[in-house]
């Protein structure tokens, strides 16, 4: 029924990649890419690995990438719901970027149990409903995310998830989101991702950014309100999409959410 009223706007080309599907070709930000990637010309970047909550069923990976120059901190949640496998393939791939300056924090397996079990909640339910206002984390996983969170101190935290529909045209979902705390650059980084990710003939794809409320129970609400970081939660959408494409997507936000907080320089010209 959706997928009908979804078609009945759109060209033939939409019904084209109905019958497949899938859209399978992103156009992505080579120059922003690259930029992640390469080592900066400026110094040595360190990198450090250590586990979070070692010795129980929980552990799991924090990779720390120290830049040459002094900058802010971020960082960057993959499987905090275990079966969003776009986030934590991207976020996997992330903790070998090279940023120009700052520091680095990827957590690519947040809920290990859940990514393992390729599952949204992992054995203490769902993790993303466990960070209250004005209370302690609520499970031993919560508290020891929260831990390391603390210890870190970001400036910027981005949590990648997906969603299974797209923003306004399905009532339960809530794909192709951005929400932020207040003082984010949410617009922009939705303006740049239509830009570089969003195909022309998908328009509803297009990214919706969203000023959150910062009294819920959510993990980048409660970095904006325990640590002042700016903090922003991506959807992308399994809807028409394949999983290379929201691979695509989930890196491309970390990339301009790194570039936009002054962690990467795009150089050159143009
Ligand atoms: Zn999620």
Redesign the pocket.
């Known amino acids: 029924m959706r997928r009908r009223t979804y078609l009945a706007g759109g060209a033939s080309v939409l019904a084209s990649i109905a019958v497949s599907g899938i859209v399978s070709q992103p156009a992505g930000n080579e120059r922003l890419l690259e930029a992640a990637r390469e080592s900066p010309d400026t110094g040595e970047v360190n990198s450090n690995t250590e586990p979070i909550l070692s010795g129980t069923d929980h552990e799991t990976p924090l990779y720390e990438i120290d830049a040459p120059n002094d900058g802010p901190t971020a960082m960057i949640f993959g499987g905090?719901?275990g079966d969003?496998r776009s986030?934590i393939e991207a976020a996997r791939e992330i903790s070998d970027w090279r940023p120009d300056a700052g520091t680095l924090v990827v957590v690519p397996e947040t809920n290990r149990v859940a990514v393992e079990n390729n599952e949204?909640r992992g054995v203490d339910g769902d993790l993303?409903r466990q960070f209250p206002a004005d209370r302690e984390p609520q499970s031993e996983l919560a508290a020891g995310i929260w831990d390391a969170v603390e210890a870190h101190q970001p400036d910027v935290v981005l949590d990648l998830?997906?969603?299974l529909g797209i923003y306004g045209l399905h009532q339960e979902f809530v794909g192709q989101a951005i929400f932020h705390s207040p003082d984010a650059h949410g617009e922009r980084l939705a303006d740049r991702l239509d830009e570089d990710a969003v195909p022309w003939y998908l328009p509803f794809h297009k990214f919706t950014a969203g000023e959150t409320s910062l009294t819920g129970p959510l993990l980048f609400q409660h970095a904006a309100r325990e640590l002042d970081a700016t903090a922003y939660l991506f959807?992308t959408t399994e809807f028409l999409l394949d999983h290379s494409t929201m691979v695509e997507m989930s890196r491309l936000a970390a990339a301009h959410v790194l570039e936009l907080h002054g962690l990467l320089e795009v150089g050159g010209g143009a």
Do not use: A, F, K, L
């Open positions: 905090v719901h969003e986030g949204r993303n998830h997906r969603s959807e």
